[in-house]
């Protein structure tokens, strides 16, 4: 690991493997990212340009361009708007189950590891990601100063994952109160509620950072509660 002082090297080797496979696996994420934003952009612009070359089209006065556009051109419109939503949510949920996945992987190693007073499983939390929290601080014990700014934010987002998840985004007036909305990350208002709505991937890119900075942060602080149990130096 490279930190701003210089080199760190870990004591615990297992935690050289870690690092190697999150790195990787959160630049694959972005390059997916990039990919499917090129092939999006790429479907756009071939309907457009469909739109600029049919004749009919462009024959018409703007009343009834309007009519022939709802009629031959309004569909493909939201099946490409469809495409954006769904590829968006698809990565947005990736990014979630690789987080709470990674973590859970972790938690087990050190509890192979460790003889501690607690099982992984037998942790407090209203939810996988708490009980993960508790099994780290309460029993393993690390030192949360430089991880937890770095949760916080990534779990403010999980009601969001949780809502696209299981209910394709939907929010009543309530719900929609509970969102922690940043660049990138919308809602659309209809009468009756609302649905999440991704209009930038630099949402997806902002979580991605954040998590990138938490097991960062994370690993350091395992390697040196690893040290205290261990009596190393």
């Known amino acids: 690991m490279i930190k701003a002082s210089g080199f760190y090297f870990f004591s615990w080797g297992e935690l050289w493997y870690e690092e190697f496979e999150i790195e990787a696996t959160l630049d694959a994420i972005g390059r997916l990212i990039n990919s499917q934003e090129k092939s999006l952009e790429g479907i756009r612009e071939k309907f457009k340009k469909i739109i600029e070359d049919d004749p009919t089209y462009i024959s018409l006065d703007e009343e009834n361009k309007n009519?022939?556009?709802?009629?031959?051109?309004?569909?493909?419109?939201?099946?490409?708007?469809?495409?954006?939503?769904?590829?968006?949510?698809?990565?947005?949920?990736?990014?979630?189950?690789?987080?709470?996945?990674?973590?859970?992987?972790?938690?087990?190693?050190?509890?192979?590891?460790?003889?501690?007073?607690?099982?992984l499983n037998e942790s407090n939390g209203a939810n996988d990601i708490l009980k993960i929290w508790d099994y780290l601080t309460n029993v393993y014990k690390i030192d949360i100063t430089t991880t937890e700014p770095y949760r916080k934010l990534v779990e403010q987002q999980r009601f969001a994952r949780n809502r696209i998840v299981h209910h394709e985004g939907y929010l009543s007036k309530e719900q929609k109160k509970r969102l922690t909305l940043v660049h990138g990350l919308n809602v659309k208002d209809y009468i009756s509620n609302s649905q999440i709505d991704i209009t930038d991937v630099a949402f997806l890119r902002y979580l991605l950072d954040q998590i990138t900075s938490f097991f960062k942060e994370l690993l350091l602080a395992i390697d040196k509660r690893h040290k205290e149990i261990n009596g190393l130096t």
Not at 90 to 97: G, N, R
Not at 106 to 112: A, L, N, R, S, V
């Open 67 to 119: 009519s022939y556009y709802s009629q031959f051109f309004e569909r493909e419109e939201h099946t490409i708007d469809e495409i954006k939503r769904l590829q968006r949510n698809s990565v947005l949920m990736t990014i979630f189950a690789f987080f709470e996945g990674r973590l859970k992987s972790i938690c087990e190693k050190i509890e192979d590891e460790n003889t501690l007073p607690k099982k």
